[in-house]
């Protein structure tokens, strides 16, 4: 596994805060077929931290993982070996459970039911008091961004896809959990659901909350995370923060022609020319002022791009790079 150390300039310093999440050589395997004789090794030795605080994105392809990490740490399934704690709990201690929100892939939410009623029910379930709830119902559809009305008289049968999905969010946060669960939080939604479910996120994270959570929609990803890990064939391939893996932000590939070589060499510390006589490099920071400079010196900017890696582009080469060492 590619391993990298803190970054620097990660908004999260790592180094004085504790792990919430913390899994030492996880590992499952399934049994199955008619005499339970096949096996399916569905994750292998996953060592894994989260951060308090932190908003951490698991990745992968379909069938890599994914789930079945989220369910040894729910407690819902049991590992073949290793060990894992969640808030300082062995994974599957039930008083954890108090702390933890959940919201899966696909949340059975009752048609009978308003919304209102579905989070009462919730409400219930963690033995909130009716007084507590009329307070915290009402916080947290302001939160999701559903009408109050909404909540109290429409039937879940008739809600939207994206409607759904608030009020599956208000359900995991019931019981005001300090570390959330989010299965594929965006799946299904059209570009403003997904606006919408990012900044309630985002909301989450302004609140000191720690979102653990796997998602395919990459843009999201990247504007939500502090760090990210990549499980591919039940292997985690790489973690660390998004700037770590993807590059620093600000920094600018620039090819040009002309101007002053000792002016240029100031800006662009990786200068170098070309046979054809032009020169390239990367440039930090305050390319306005560099493009000023270049004018002045009448030199010409042939061209020039952000040379960070988009997460999709990384992604990409990471499983690519998977695939063909497994070929
Ligand atoms: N209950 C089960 N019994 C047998 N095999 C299983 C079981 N659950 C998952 N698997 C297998 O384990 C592997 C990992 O599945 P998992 O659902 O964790 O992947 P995932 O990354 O969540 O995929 P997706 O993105 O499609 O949801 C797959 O090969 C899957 O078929």
């Not at 096949?38 to 292998?44: A, F």
């Amino acid at each position: 596994m590619k391993s990298v150390t803190d970054d620097p300039d990660s908004q999260l310093n790592t180094a004085d805060t504790p792990p919430v999440v913390l899994t030492s050589e996880l590992r499952k395997v399934y049994r199955t077929g008619f005499w339970l004789n096949q096996k399916i090794v569905s994750l292998k030795n996953c060592s894994l931290t989260v951060y308090k605080g932190e908003t951490f994105g698991l990745l992968g392809p379909n069938g890599a993982g994914k789930t079945t990490l989220l369910k040894l740490l729910l407690g819902i399934i049991h590992p073949t070996s290793g060990r894992g704690l969640l808030l300082d709990k062995p994974i599957g201690d039930r008083s954890v459970k108090q702390h933890i929100g959940y919201l899966p892939e696909n949340p059975y939410l009752y048609d009978y039911l308003t919304g209102w009623e579905f989070l009462q029910l919730a409400a219930g379930l963690f033995q909130i008091p009716q007084s507590v709830q009329r307070q915290r119902i009402p916080q947290l559809l302001e939160l999701v961004g559903l009408s109050q009305a909404d909540a109290r008289k429409k039937l879940l049968r008739r809600y939207s896809k994206g409607m759904l999905q608030r009020v599956g969010m208000a359900q995991a946060l019931i019981n005001e959990p300090d570390l959330v669960f989010l299965d594929e939080p965006m799946s299904g939604l059209d570009p403003v659901g997904r606006y919408q479910m990012r900044e309630i996120i985002l909301a989450l994270k302004a609140a000191g909350k720690t979102i653990f959570f796997n998602s395919h929609v990459l843009s999201e990803v990247e504007q939500i995370c502090d760090r990210i890990a990549i499980l591919a064939q039940g292997e985690l391939i790489c973690s660390g923060s998004l700037n770590e893996l993807l590059g620093v932000d600000h920094t600018y590939y620039v090819k040009g022609q002309g101007g002053d070589w000792e002016i240029l060499k100031k800006w662009i510390p990786t200068l170098r020319f070309e046979p054809d006589g032009s020169w390239q490099g990367t440039l930090q920071d305050d390319y306005y002022d560099f493009l000023a400079s270049v004018r002045l010196m009448e030199g010409k900017i042939i061209a020039m791009n952000l040379s960070r890696y988009s997460l999709e582009e990384f992604f990409i080469q990471q499983i690519q790079r998977k695939n063909n060492s497994v070929n």
